[in-house]
């Protein structure tokens, strides 16, 4: 399984727009790897995990065809990683030719509801498909199985068990600690690969619908210790706040003495 990270910014990217933090001003100087677009992977060249405002410049950055898009997954409806007016733009009135197959898109019965409320489903390619967590689901080469997130309240947010060719993946994005019912379910799996958030970098407590570096390091051992990964699966972090208070140098410092990679935008991860 090949894995582009697309962008690894939480909900205002980095630098945000009006911001004049230490984070932000140190992305603006050197830019690279400490300048970060909204969250979002390309798994091979046909399943996508959200569809965040930087999409467009995801496409330019790295050459990607939606049009061989088979199946996007929405982990929430958070703007960030739900950027609905833009898939409008498979639809005939900006397309020279017709898509060939439709695109299953699929996600919590929250973002199929928004999706059939904010789309003109009548003229885009798209097959809804509402998923239950803790329930498989293939669809073509992949099965997917939505976990729930702990995330926001009132708000269902999934992480995602992708496998393929028997390599598995777990997808923990937008995530605060998990409530027991999933980690039941995480700590009998078998996981070749962890893609964690890090939204709050430094930060230790706070908000508790994402993660920070400590909770990260504490997620990778909860899995260790259950057997559902081994000190040598790849776990890698996205999404990160500049209110973390962390640069991409400073993460990687960090996380990797726990063997852990801070992802930026553009790596690419093969399980
Ligand atoms: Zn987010
Ligand atoms: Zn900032
Ligand atoms: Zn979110």
Known sequence: ??????????????????????????????????????????????????????????????????????????THIHEDHFSVPEL????????????????TVAGSAQVITKLSEQLDLGHVPYNLQTMEPFIPYHFGRYTVTPIIAHHAPGLIAYNYIIEESSHKLLYGCDTGWYDERTWCYLEKEQLDGVIAECTKGRIVGGYDGHMGVDEVIRLKS????SGAITTGTQVVTVHYSHLGGMTQSELEQELSKQGIAAGYDGLQVTI
């Open 88 to 103: 409008h733009y498979s639809s005939n009135s900006f397309v020279s030719q017709p898509l060939e197959n439709p695109i």
């Open 1 to 74: 399984m090949h894995i582009l990270i697309l962008g690894t910014a939480a909900a205002e990217g980095i630098p945000g727009l009006f911001c004049d933090c230490r984070v932000c001003t140190i992305a603006r100087e050197v830019g690279g790897r400490e300048c970060r677009s909204r969250t979002s992977v390309m798994i091979n060249d046909d399943l996508k995990i959200d569809f965040p405002p930087d999409t467009f410049y995801h496409t330019v950055r790295y050459g990607l065809n939606l049009r061989n898009l088979r199946l996007l997954l929405f």
């Open 222 to 225: 909860r899995l260790e210790n």
